[in-house]
């Protein structure tokens, strides 16, 4: 399988990886504006609800492909990191952040989950997946000090705490299941998907049914509109292209994508939801940024750890 290349001035991609770099590009893109799209569904749908719906729906749409394309169902340990991979970046990591994203402004969100490839990082470590660095602990003190400066100084508004933490641990969710799906061997990013949305439903949708949520579908055309956007791009084609991109890269490196989220995300919020942005909110999430890139981005990459065998010819049809 082709890797990522890393020269001395900071992430290079190799002609091989141009596809996988295009992927990246676009999931980048699509994937600032979710955490808005989650915010104006959550004005209307319960979060647990509103979430088990939309991985539902992408279930069914991935279902309807792997039957149409007859692609090979996995089999034992593929079949468990499938489901595993499933219950912790959608089932975990979206009940996190649907109900954190009712207090937590968009902007703040994508910034607290800049923290992911350090997390992803750290995590991959400790699963003996990749190699420590220390410059990945100094970027994360400097991404720390810029939490705080943008949490005290904010948005405009005050902040929920256990909903910021809610955030912060739908990060650790999704860094987990990074780490998990590369320890595991690999198939088609449309049948693990499929399987990973369809675990990830069931577990949102018991949460709904303990919170005693109201089931609903939406009522106003706003909510429909990012609603349907969540379910077509926020999740079936940005999920494709987030596994499609992780099959070829290092777990740490395609966690960078969250670095880009909150450009795109702070734009889109403050043009479509009025959100306020403070001149230390901006200076607090550029410290974080400047961490991340400090211990996650800037020097060259440890060489990673061989992984299970994975069947990238059947990946790229």
């Not at 792997?66 to 991979?85: C, E, F, M, N, S």
């Not at 800049?114 to 991404?143: D, K, N, Q, S, Y």
């Not at 061997?185 to 709904?208: K, M, R």
Request: glycine share 10%; with cysteine.
């Amino acid at each position: 399988m082709s890797r990522s290349s890393f020269s001395d001035r900071g992430l290079g991609v190799t002609g091989q990886n141009r596809a996988t770099l295009i992927a990246f590009i676009l999931l980048v893109i699509i994937g600032g504006s979710n955490a808005v799209a989650v915010r104006i569904s959550n004005l209307e749908l319960p979060p647990f609800w509103g979430a088990a719906t939309r991985f539902g729906a992408a279930a069914l749409i991935f279902w309807i492909i792997v039957l149409l394309r007859r692609l090979t169902l996995p089999k034992g340990k593929a079949l468990v990191g499938a489901l595993i991979y499933g219950l912790l970046s959608i089932g975990a990591a979206y009940s996190f952040l649907y109900w954190g994203l009712l207090r937590v402004p968009a902007g703040l969100t994508m910034v607290v989950l800049a923290f992911v490839p350090l997390l992803t990082l750290l995590l991959a470590v400790a699963h003996g997946l990749e190699t420590f660095r220390w410059r990945g602990l100094i970027g994360a003190l400097i991404a720390i000090a810029g939490i705080i400066l943008g949490v005290y100084g904010g948005l405009g508004t005050s902040f929920h705490v256990p909903s910021l933490l809610a955030v912060f641990a739908g990060g650790v969710c999704i860094a987990e299941a990074a780490v998990v799906f590369k320890l595991f061997p690999q198939s088609h990013p449309v049948v693990t998907n499929s399987i990973a949305f369809t675990a990830g439903a069931f577990l949102l949708l018991c949460l709904s049914l303990i919170a005693g949520e109201g089931w609903q579908l939406p009522a106003t055309a706003n909510t429909w509109a990012a609603f349907t956007y969540l379910v077509l791009m926020g999740s079936v084609v940005l999920f494709y292209l987030y596994l499609f991109v992780l099959s070829r890269w290092d777990a740490s490196v395609t966690a960078y994508s969250f670095l880009l989220f909150p450009v795109s995300t702070v734009v889109i919020a403050a043009l479509l939801l009025g959100e306020v942005v403070t001149i230390s909110f901006v200076a607090g999430g550029a410290l974080v940024l400047a961490g991340v890139w400090q211990g996650a981005i800037k020097g060259p990459a440890p060489a990673a750890t061989p992984q299970a065998s994975t069947p990238t010819e059947d990946i790229v049809t």
